[in-house]
């Protein structure tokens, strides 16, 4: 589409890995390795069409009670992702691309955490797009992380609880700084959100489609993208 707009902040829901292995006669961690070649290759074309941020869903709070097999490959394999975006430190930055590990830090292995800690590090003077990665996330947890901050300001004296804004409730979550998400993709066939951005995405459009997330290309990228340009957001307006 000419002269579309693109979204500052689109989020994905990565949905649909076990189904595609399933139907090769795969086992699921072949599935979640074909969705990580997918996410590399999105999160890509995400900075090239020059969106500012792109938010993945990795993996929920909820996602712990998967198979611990399945867990451990999955663990691999955003090890083996930050051993890659560390050899590729330098080609990434030119790319512009900011990293953050959004989600509940407690509960994930520590080696994970530190190489968490030293991608955002070697990635912050980046300055194209952010690219957050949500690991150990829920929806509910984060605004439980960010009220706990708030409620530990109010018993100091340093707020008053009258003075709590909707602002400052964004600003205390993972995503703080950072725009509301215009659009959000779920993959797969599945219609809804599962704790993903539940607060940030109050005004958000949504696209969904059959397509299992290892064969999410680009071009249907675009597609959600030329769709979002033909819907009427008004915000509550008329
Ligand atoms: C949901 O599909 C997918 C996940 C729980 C994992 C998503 C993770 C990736 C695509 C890997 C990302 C890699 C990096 C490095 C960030 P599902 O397993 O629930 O699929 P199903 O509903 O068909 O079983």
């Not at 949905?15 to 699921?28: E, I, V």
């Not at 969705?35 to 941020?53: L, N, P, S, T």
């Not at 599945?190 to 539940?198: D, G, K, Q, V, W």
Request: aromatic share 10%; hydrophobic share 35%.
């Amino acid at each position: 589409m000419e002269n579309r707009k693109i979204p500052a902040h689109i989020g994905i829901i990565m949905d649909g890995n076990g189904r595609w292995a399933k139907q090769r006669n795969l086992p699921r961690s072949e599935g979640h390795k074909a969705g990580a070649k997918v996410f590399k290759q999105i999160c890509d074309y995400a900075g090239e069409i020059g969106i500012k941020c792109i938010t993945f869903y990795a993996f929920s709070t909820e996602n712990w009670r998967r198979p611990p097999e399945e867990v451990q490959a999955l663990m691999d394999l955003f090890r083996e992702y930050m051993g890659e975006a560390q050899e590729r430190q330098e080609e990434n930055l030119q790319k512009g691309m900011r990293m953050h590990f959004i989600g509940h830090r407690e509960g994930i292995p520590d080696d994970l955490n530190e190489l968490f800690d030293t991608t955002e590090e070697e990635s912050k003077d980046a300055d194209k797009y952010d690219v957050n990665i949500a690991i150990n996330y829920g929806g509910r947890l984060e605004i439980l992380d960010g009220f706990k901050k708030i409620a530990a300001d109010v018993k100091d004296g340093k707020i008053n609880p009258e003075d709590i804004t909707e602002q400052m409730i964004s600003d205390h979550l993972y995503t703080a700084g950072e725009p509301d998400p215009d659009l959000i993709i779920r993959p797969s066939g599945e219609y809804r959100l599962s704790n993903f951005l539940i607060w940030q995405s109050a005004y958000s459009e949504f696209w969904f489609s059959d397509i299992l997330w290892p064969d999410f290309t680009p071009a249907d990228l675009d597609k959600a993208i030329d769709d979002f340009n033909n819907r009427n957001r008004r915000f509550g307006g008329v």
